[in-house]
């Protein structure tokens, strides 16, 4: 398990959640909760996600165009998490709607 063990691993947990914490303060509320229940609900699913789109972006793809692949890539699984963690994203500023003509 490397050279620090359990304790290392420790240690790389809590800077991860600091590190999660700063960049959910500059979020909108909702999208906040969204991803905090995602996070608890499916860390490895958003472990994938991030690792997939940085390795787009290394190969010169853009944020926004590297998280859209990675996006529909786990579309399914994204929205099997959300509904797990009783996140509804009509609810969200932004969010598709689930009713509606379109």
């Given at each position: 398990m490397g050279i620090f063990g359990k304790l290392g691993?420790?240690?790389?947990d809590k800077a991860v959640g600091v590190a999660m914490?700063?960049?959910?303060?500059?979020m909108d509320?909702?999208?906040?909760?969204?991803?905090?229940?995602?996070?608890?609900s499916n860390p490895e699913l958003l472990e994938r996600i991030a690792k997939e789109s940085q390795a787009l972006i290394k190969g010169g793809k853009s944020e926004?165009?590297?998280m859209m692949e990675v996006g529909k890539k786990y579309q399914r699984e994204l929205a099997e998490a959300m509904q797990s963690a009783g996140?509804?994203?009509?609810?969200?500023?932004g969010g598709?709607?689930?009713k509606g003509p379109f």
């Open positions: 691993k420790k240690v790389k914490r700063q960049q959910l303060k500059k509320p909702a999208q906040r909760q969204m991803f905090e229940g995602l996070m608890n926004m165009q590297a996140v509804n994203p009509s609810q969200m500023k598709a709607p689930t």
